[in-house]
């Protein structure tokens, strides 16, 4: 039988991949079937390239996203009502992410692309800065009684805790990038979710340092 604590977070988690899977489902619907004669149709596809590159940088940057986000309730023994406020605060960002994406689709390659770019960074960097938050808290080891399971490794939260802290500035990085192209801000996007993606490193001492963005 489960204990009650293991019963909170399994309820959030639930709840938590509801979401994510929601917000990636939204994302194609952005993308709208060309009504064109059938000679063109190949071309009007094609022209559909700045859906395509949306979708799938969302669709990357949400799916390791809720990777890191399992990781990390893997490591919770426990939740309270800040954890919850902090974890639907993240949420919101994964909720609101099929806009910019949208915004994205529509203006890449055209005047504005820079500063649909931009929006959809800063939603990034909105993101990234909310997950560092509820992992922060969750993770606190002065805090009693204690988020974390009994028998978690400590030596894995802090290295976790240090690889989550560099992700809002990366991704000020690709605001940076924007701001000068629109198509290269994207492009770095993409490039900071599929690097998140890679598989844990681990030390010379063989503990695992999870290669988390958020």
């Not at 590159?53 to 940057?61: C, G, I, R």
């Not at 990085?173 to 000068?180: E, F, H, I, N, P």
Request: hydrophobic letters at 50%.
């Amino acid at each position: 039988m489960s204990a009650p604590g293991e019963k909170e977070t399994a309820r959030v988690e639930a709840f938590s991949d509801g979401v994510f899977a929601i917000a990636v489902t939204l994302l194609v619907l952005e993308i709208r079937v060309p009504h064109v004669e059938a000679a063109r149709l190949p071309a009007a596809l094609l022209a559909l390239w700045p859906s395509y590159f949306a979708l799938v940088t969302s669709f990357f940057t949400i799916s390791v996203m809720w990777l890191n986000h399992h990781r990390m309730f893997s490591y919770l023994g426990r939740t309270d009502a800040r954890l919850l406020l902090l974890n639907g605060l993240l949420l919101l960002g994964i909720t609101f992410v099929p806009f910019p994406t949208a915004v994205v689709a529509a203006y890449l390659g055209q005047p504005g692309q820079r500063a649909a770019a931009c929006f959809l960074a800063v939603v990034y960097v909105g993101m990234a800065i909310a997950f560092n938050l509820l992992w922060r808290y969750a993770s606190s080891e002065a805090r009693e009684p204690r988020l974390l399971h009994a028998h978690a490794n400590l030596e894995e939260v802090r290295a976790i805790r240090d690889a989550y802290r560099w992700g809002p500035l990366y991704y000020l990085g690709t605001l940076a990038l924007s701001l000068v192209d629109g198509r290269l801000g994207v492009a770095s996007n993409l490039a900071l979710a599929v690097y998140w993606a890679l598989p844990p490193r681990r030390s010379n001492g063989g503990e695992a340092s999870l290669s988390a963005g958020r």
